[in-house]
Antibody
Framework: EVHLVESGGGLVHPGGSLRLSCAAS????????MHWVRQAPGKGLVWVSR????????LYADSVEGRFTISRDNSKNTLYLQMKGLRAEDTAVYYC????????????WGQGTLVTVSS | DIVMTQSPDSLAVSLGERATINCKSS????????????LGWYQQKPGQPPKLLIK???TRESGVPDRFSGSGSGTDFTLTISSLQAEDVAVYYC?????????FGGGTKVEIK
């Protein structure tokens, strides 16, 4: 059974940093592109970042470009999101999501980890 | 960026009745290589992550009840729940994957009347 488990969220001051992790099990991580999607409290879904099979191709939403870095360690079956220069508007539940093999839809999602940016 | 606009924002439907959710894309989502529309639908229940229901505008994911169906092409898409059940209370999102950045609609909240 596919499982994605995020960790690393918490309360951070504006300008601070945080690294999220997403542990994958039940499938071969290296066989899928992976994404981060966030959801501000009471709001909709917003795509954040994408990484290809081996980490050689990265893509970011304009809102996080230059501040966030996506990476993966296939040997550890883990996806990461390094976040720096955090702002209040980055407050959200961050989900890691697996991309389906036949299109950029997300066929499995983790439960999410809450990041709160506040002074 | 492709803007996805859902309507209505919310709807209340009686049990067993039909629920219809619309999604309009600011650009065509038709993927020429396979002549399919790059449009997915998700269901999100309170406190849970989203769940993929439909991809390619009309292809149901394995295990999704057949009361859920997707239709449409180009820029206009519809998710239909043919006979609403209590467990269908949720927020539903459409998502285009024709191009990056991947974008979602604002969501439609479905409740029981």
């Amino acid at each position: 059974e596919v499982h994605l488990v995020e960790s690393g969220g918490g309360l951070v001051h504006p300008g601070g940093s945080l690294r999220l992790s997403c542990a994958a099990s039940g499938f071969t991580l290296r066989s899928h592109w992976m994404h981060w999607v966030r959801q501000a409290p009471g709001k909709g879904l917003v795509w954040v970042s994408r990484i290809n099979f081996d980490g050689s191709s990265l893509l970011y939403a304009d809102s996080v470009e230059g501040r966030f870095t996506i990476s993966r360690d296939n040997s550890k079956n883990t996806l990461y999101l390094q976040m720096k220069g955090l702002r209040a508007e980055d407050t959200a539940v961050y989900y890691c999501a697996r991309e389906a093999n036949d299109g950029d839809v997300f066929d499995f999602w983790g439960q999410g980890t809450l990041v709160t940016v506040s002074s | 960026d492709i803007v996805m606009t859902q309507s209505p924002d919310s709807l209340a439907v009686s049990l067993g009745e039909r629920a219809t959710i619309n999604c309009k894309s600011s650009q065509s989502a038709l993927y020429s290589p396979n002549n399919n529309n790059s449009l997915g639908w998700y269901q999100q229940k309170p406190g849970q992550p989203p769940k993929l229901l439909i991809k390619w505008a009309s292809t149901r994911e394995s295990g999704v009840p057949d009361r859920f169906s997707g239709s449409g092409s180009g820029t206009d898409f519809t998710l239909t729940i043919s006979s609403l059940q209590a467990e269908d209370v949720a927020v539903y999102y459409c998502q285009q994957y024709f191009t990056t950045p991947l974008t979602f609609g604002g969501g439609t909240k479905v409740e029981i009347k």
